[in-house]
C-alpha cells in the first residue's frame, strides 16, 4: 500500500538555525498538510497546500515557516530561524482530495539544542 | 472553534477481550467527518475508521465500531477480539464538511493490550 514518506526521521538543530523537512506525499494524491505534536499535547494543524499554494494556515504557521513543492514528489517544510519552542513531531498528510482522509507519515522528530 | 476531548489518557485491555474508548467533541456546525487514528509504536499514523455526520448508522470496519451519538456530540471506539497489534496511541479527530480541511484532534488515548 502506498505510503507517506518524511526525512529525516529526528533532525537536531542548533536554535537559530534553518532546517528543512522533507515529505514525499503518496503520489496520486492532490491535497498536503504539515502537522506538529509538541510532546504531550495535541497534534496540531499547520497548513494545508494545493495547487501550489497554501490554501490554509493555523496561527501558528507564522513568518518563520514556509512550505513548498519543488518538483512533482516531495512537499518541504521549512522553519527559518529555530527556536526552542519549535521542537516537536512533525508529520505530513495527504490526501487525494479534500473531501477524502488523509494519510499521515511516519514523522520527523525536531529537537532544538 | 471545534475541540475534541478524550478524557482517558491511558486504557488498558486483556487481549480477546473488548475495550472502548471515549471521544467528545463541540462545535456548531451540523455537517462534519469524525475519524479515529491509531499511532503505534512505529509512530505512523494509521486510519482506523470514518464517521460522517450525515450517516445515522455507525461505522464498522472489521473489529473496530463506533458508537456516534450526535446529539450528544459523543463518538467512541470499541475494539472487540483485542489483538496485541492493537496497542497503541488511539486519536480522535474531527474535520468540518466544505470549506477547511484541516484535522482537529484529541489528546488521544494510550492503549495497552495484556496478554
Redesign the interface.
Known amino acids: 500500500e502506498p505510503e507517506v514518506t518524511q526525512t529525516p526521521s529526528h533532525q537536531v538543530t542548533q536554535m537559530g538555525q534553518e532546517v528543512i523537512l522533507r515529505c514525499v506525499p503518496i503520489s496520486n494524491h492532490l491535497y498536503f498538510y504539515w502537522y506538529r505534536q509538541i510532546l504531550g499535547q495535541k497534534v496540531e494543524f499547520l497548513v494545508s497546500f494545493y495547487n501550489n499554494e497554501i490554501s490554509e494556515k493555523s496561527e501558528i504557521f507564522d513568518d518563520q515557516f514556509s512550505v513548498e513543492r519543488p518538483d512533482g514528489s516531495n512537499f518541504t517544510l521549512k522553519i527559518r530561524s529555530t527556536k526552542l519552542e519549535d521542537s516537536a513531531m512533525y508529520f505530513c498528510a495527504s490526501s487525494p482530495r479534500d473531501t477524502q482522509p488523509q494519510h499521515f507519515g511516519d514523522g520527523t522528530r525536531l529537537s532544538i539544542l | 472553534a471545534q475541540t475534541v476531548t478524550q478524557s482517558q489518557p491511558e486504557m488498558s485491555v486483556q487481549e480477546a477481550e473488548t475495550v472502548t474508548l471515549s471521544c467528545t467533541y463541540d462545535t456548531s456546525e451540523s455537517d462534519y467527518y469524525l ?1 479515529w ?1 491509531k499511532q503505534p509504536p ?6 482506523v475508521i ?1 464517521q460522517e455526520a450525515y450517516k445515522q448508522q455507525n461505522a464498522t470496519e472489521n473489529r473496530f465500531s463506533v458508537n456516534f451519538q450526535k446529539a450528544a456530540k459523543s463518538f467512541s471506539l470499541k475494539i472487540s477480539d483485542s489483538q496485541l497489534g492493537d496497542a497503541a496511541m488511539y ?1 480522535c ?1 474531527y474535520r468540518t ?1 466544505g470549506g ?9 488515548t494510550k492503549l495497552t493490550v495484556n496478554p
Open positions: 475519524f487514528y512505529s509512530r505512523q499514523m494509521i486510519l470514518r486519536f479527530a464538511q477547511s480541511e484541516k484535522l482537529v484532534f484529541g489528546k488521544g
